[in-house]
């Protein structure tokens, strides 16, 4: 007996209710003014000591909301310690970051500029840039009322921003809702296998994860660069050493390379890598292949926006300091 509004295509059920994974919704609500404003901050380089970083440097929206490094570039080159997770669909995470330090998204807003390894900026000497440019002066108070600026303010706007970064009609969205012809055979088939090998016990939901926290290693230990310690580092808990927040499996055909270390720089590795510590199975080739296939019907229709012009500086606006 099946549920109402249920299709049956090839054997397979289809329907919102039936499946582990369900479609990606439109955002919802969002402030347009705001959202612009955080859009213009989002491309801004000049919240960075350098004058060069932005947050679109390590999320970048040209490539899938990642950087496509092992591990991001930060203030005066340095070495990131950790794999940038993609901005693409943050809104539907748990919390943000690979440990989940950060509640939200305004939270996350705040952290790069501040830190030394990133973009080695301050908030104060960012509200103060930001306070001098006279256009920007006059969008703050359009937005939020205020004669002056904070950087409440400033991590609001570029939230509001990273909330329309969804990215919706994915093959497999199409295919959840209906559409019988959206996937392959072998990709059917990859998804059967996701299924019935134990993916979805983590791999779940509107982002197909981003919704749980879980150990790297879980059947045997994950061999890799363990320089992070995970959850552990918020909770201080040493049972969550080496816990990370499951990644969203949305577009990751375009977010590789994979993990929290950026280890894995292939699909085919990172299935390979996760059957084997994760579920304790060894895939064959062609399972491998199949899965890789259902993987890359996630990606989704990317956010597609003008590029914002941003204000320039005044006289008085400080000038970055890139070299010293």
């Known amino acids: 007996m099946m549920a109402a509004g249920t299709v049956v295509i090839a054997g397979y059920a289809v329907g919102q209710t039936q499946e582990p994974i369900t479609p990606i919704q439109p955002p919802k609500q969002i402030n347009l003014g705001m959202s612009e404003l955080g859009k213009k901050l989002f491309f801004d380089p000049r919240l960075s000591k350098s004058g ?96 002056k600026v904070d950087i409440d303010q400033v991590t609001l706007a570029i939230a509001e921003f990273e909330k329309t970064l969804v990215t919706p009609n994915a093959r497999f969205d199409q295919w959840l809702l209906g559409k019988q012809d959206a996937l392959s055979k072998d990709e059917l088939d990859g998804y059967k296998l996701f299924k019935e090998s134990g993916c979805v016990g983590c791999h779940n939901g509107e982002a197909v994860g981003g919704n749980s926290f879980q150990k790297m290693g879980l059947v045997e230990p994950y061999k890799g660069n363990e320089k992070a310690e995970g959850r552990s580092a918020v909770t201080g808990k040493d049972a969550d050493r080496f816990n990370y927040k499951v990644p969203t499996l949305r577009n990751v055909e375009l977010t590789y390379p994979y993990f929290h270390d950026g280890a894995a720089n292939t699909l085919t590795e990172a299935v390979d890598v996760m059957g084997r510590i994760q579920l304790g199975k060894k895939f064959t080739q062609d399972e491998n292949a199949k899965i890789v296939a259902f993987l890359k019907t996630l990606t989704g229709d990317q956010p597609s926006f003008q590029l914002p012009i941003l204000p320039p500086s005044a006289d008085n606006t400080p000038r970055p300091t890139p070299f010293k």
């Open 52 to 147: 060069f970083i932005s947050c679109n440097s390590c999320h970048n929206l040209s490539m899938g909301g990642s950087d496509n490094l092992q591990t991001s570039i930060g203030d005066k080159w340095q070495q990131g310690p950790i794999n940038s997770p993609t901005v693409l669909n943050s809104s539907l995470n748990l919390a943000q970051f690979w440990d989940g330090r950060a509640a939200d998204l305004k939270e996350q807003a705040g952290g790069p500029i501040a830190n030394p390894g990133e973009m080695a900026f301050s908030h104060t000497l960012a509200v103060d840039l930001l306070g001098s440019i006279p256009a920007y002066q006059r969008e703050f108070k359009q937005v939020f009322g205020k004669d």
